[in-house]
């Protein structure tokens, strides 16, 4: 069945939430348009990167930020921003047992470039382990907010232990723009993260790091307590030259694909998700950069008729991802044939947040959720 394609990017009807204006636009697209008035990718000077630095500067603790570090490009090049301006991040990475070979290598050279402390949070892997396996049964979407509740959780703990002030992210409106909200859940919805493990784990999860979506929200959208912040969305971030910058700063490996410093992740993105969800993320990370002037739409179109997987890696990555959460064959073809089953199927905050997005709506904040 051929699906409509918006006139500008490469989102097209496998986000059933899509719509189009009169001349084909999507509204990601239309959103953007409007949303990137507020960023500073198009201009090409550094003064809000130097605002921003000045003010972390200013702290008085051992250390002026934090700063996460998954080996990836974002965080890479977060890093090496940071150590331009001579700053003095604890450097901290979460250690959920995927990591790729290149990932801790990425990260080793970061550190020994800039001799920044920094810090391992090893995940109890029989607990994070029965998760992830109670999400893949409970048949939802996002997987991955295994991972991200306990990153988000981790960074918050620690910033507060060690009085830091300021997370350092590397999130970005250049490149990562445009999700769907069917293809994603809410990251810090612990109600639902407990309930699916409740529901289908094996362990009681003691040892995980979690947070909620208020504590979240507070600390993004009114101040209170560590804040987080953007630089890369203060300045001309173009992915092609990130890129090479990081490779001249740190000798810094390419790994293949976004996120794909994570074995888990490029399974889950290269085969969970398409296989099951109908979900090919590339066209949301190929549409944020058609957006920002980094693609043409032609040149996206052709990326996307590259397979997700050769037959044989595939099949390598399949077999030691079922081995590691202990699925035989049988059961996990079960699993992604099985019908997908909405998050709040499940219990979720959503009740509980709804008097938040109320009284931001009142007070003109928006994108106050999610």
């Not at 008085?60 to 700053?87: C, E």
């Not at 953007?230 to 490996?253: C, G, H, M, R, S």
């Not at 049988?330 to 019908?339: G, I, V």
Request: charged share 25%; net charge neutral.
């Amino acid at each position: 069945m051929n699906m409509r394609l918006c006139t500008l990017c490469v989102m097209d009807e496998s986000d059933p939430q899509i719509t189009f204006n009169i001349e084909g636009v999507c509204n990601h697209c239309l959103e953007a348009e409007k949303v990137m008035r507020n960023f500073i990718y198009k201009r090409h000077d550094s003064s809000e990167l130097d605002e921003l630095f000045k003010v972390i500067n200013k702290g008085s603790s051992k250390y002026d930020s934090l700063i996460g570090l998954s080996g990836g490009l974002d965080s890479t090049y977060v890093a090496m921003l940071a150590h331009k301006y001579q700053l003095n991040p604890l450097c901290v990475h979460f250690d959920n047992g995927w990591n790729s070979a290149v990932a801790v290598r990425n990260i080793k050279k970061i550190i020994d470039t800039t001799g920044w402390d920094y810090e391992t949070i090893v995940i109890n892997w029989p607990d994070f382990r029965s998760l992830q396996r109670a999400y893949l049964i409970a048949g939802v979407v996002d997987i991955e907010v295994c991972t991200d509740h306990a990153i988000f959780a981790t960074m918050i703990n620690l910033a507060k232990a060690e009085k830091i002030k300021y997370i350092l992210s590397g999130t970005n409106f250049s490149t990562e723009h445009g999700m769907p909200i069917s293809w994603t859940w809410h990251k810090l919805d612990r109600i639902n993260l407990i309930d699916i493990n409740k529901k289908f784990g094996t362990k009681e999860l003691k040892s995980y790091p979690t947070t909620s979506t208020i504590s979240w929200l507070f600390m993004r959208k009114f101040g209170i307590g560590v804040k987080f912040l953007e630089p890369l969305n203060k300045i001309n971030y173009k992915l092609e030259t990130a890129q090479k910058d990081v490779i001249a700063y740190f000798d810094w490996e390419d790994y293949g694909g976004k996120h794909h410093e994570s074995i888990f992740t490029k399974f889950y993105q290269n085969h969970i998700l398409p296989t099951k969800f109908k979900v090919d993320k590339r066209k949301v990370h190929l549409s944020a950069l058609i957006r920002s002037g980094q693609m043409s739409q032609e040149h996206a179109i052709n990326e996307l008729s590259i397979p997700l997987y050769s037959k044989g890696e595939l099949k390598r990555d399949k077999e030691f991802v079922l081995k590691k959460l202990g699925f035989s064959d049988l059961e996990f073809d079960e699993l992604m044939n099985s019908t997908p089953i909405n998050h709040d199927f499940y219990q979720t905050d959503r009740l509980y947040i709804e008097p938040l997005l109320k009284l931001a709506s009142l007070l003109g904040i928006k994108g106050f959720y999610g």
